[in-house]
Every structure is written in C-alpha cells, then in structure tokens.
Nanobody, 111 residues
Framework: QVQVVESGGGLVQARGSLRLSCVAS????????AHWHRQAPGKQRAMVAT???????NYEDPVKGRFTISRDNAKNTVYLQMNSLQPEDTGVYYC?????WGQGTQVTVSS
C-alpha cells in the first residue's frame, strides 16, 4: 500500500523554526520529484517548494531565503526546514510524491 506521511508541525512563535518531515513508500519515492504544498485558512492550496531526485530545488517567492527543502533518498524522506516563520505561514502543509499526497500537518505561527 502506497503511503505518504507528514510530521513535524506544531505551534511556534513568529521568527521561530520548524522542520517538517515526509516519509513515502519506496515504490513511489524513487527517481521522482517531491513537493511541499500548503493551504492557509480560507485560501487554496499552493506550492511551497519542490526537489528533484537529484536535488534540484525550486521555491515560491514568499518562502525564498527562509525555507529549505531537502531529501534523504536512502530513507525515502523529504524535509522542509522553515526558519523565520511568520503568521502568514500558518496552514496545513502537504507532501506529494508522484501524485500521492499525505494527510497534512498543521503549522500555526503566533504573532
């Protein structure tokens, strides 16, 4: 059974940091790009960052310089290091691999 499971969310104060993790089934993780998206309250889901199998990264403008996406291919895991968090970063963060998405992890940033 294919699985994508996110973890690491929580409540943090503004300017704080969190590290999200996403573990996926090996059958879908290998040789493909991984994605982090987020859905803020009352807004549509939007891309945050992507990382290719080889490690090439792409970020949306609001998170550039603050978030870092990385992956450990031996562990079928993708990470999202989030620094200098702002209340606007509040939302549910989802990980996607080859069209499969997890249930999301809640990130709440208080001012």
């Amino acid at each position: 059974q294919v699985q994508v499971v996110e973890s690491g969310g929580g409540l943090v104060q503004a300017r704080g940091s969190l590290r999200l993790s996403c573990v996926a089934s090996e059958s879908i993780f290998r040789f493909t790009t991984a994605h982090w998206h987020r859905q803020a309250p009352g807004k549509q889901r939007a891309m945050v960052a992507t990382i290719s199998w080889g490690g090439s990264t792409n970020y949306e403008d609001p998170v550039k310089g603050r978030f870092t996406i990385s992956r450990d291919n031996a562990k079928n895991t993708v990470y999202l290091q989030m620094n200098s968090l702002q209340p606007e970063d509040t939302g549910v963060y989802y990980c996607g691999v080859r069209g499969h998405w997890g249930q999301g992890t809640q990130v709440t940033v208080s001012s």
